[in-house]
């Protein structure tokens, strides 16, 4: 069993930058790995993902914007996210594709 846990949400101005983290407790060098998030009233929802040989996928709403990469060594994942909108207010949760572990999510809120 793996447990994620993720870091790095909070509260940020419209065109700021945060970097979010998931670390693992386990070995995740063999996992493929994504990132999702939940707006309030909405479904969770894919934004990126990123294979174990370090192929990295994007929703068409993040592309551009946001950043996914790995660390093994550190057994983490990072998600690098710039030019952020009031659209991207959600709680993000980090999960490994399969077997699916989920972390407890990150709060990130954009707002003037």
């Known amino acids: 069993q793996v447990q994620l846990v993720e870091s790095g949400g909070g509260l940020v101005q419209p065109g700021g930058s945060l970097r979010l983290s998931c670390a693992a407790s386990g070995s995740i060098f063999t996992m493929d790995m994504g990132w999702y998030r939940q707006a309030p009233g909405k479904e969770r929802e894919w934004v990126a993902s990123?294979?174990?040989?370090?192929?990295?996928y994007y929703d068409d709403s993040v592309k551009g914007r946001f950043t996914i990469s790995r660390d093994n060594a550190k057994n983490t994942v990072y998600l690098q996210m710039n030019s952020l909108k009031p659209d991207d207010t959600a709680i993000y949760y980090c999960?490994?594709?399969?077997?699916?572990?989920w972390g407890q999510g990150t709060q990130v809120a954009v707002s003037s």
């Open positions: 990123i294979t174990s040989g370090g192929r990295t």
């Open positions: 999960r490994t594709i399969y077997p699916i572990y």
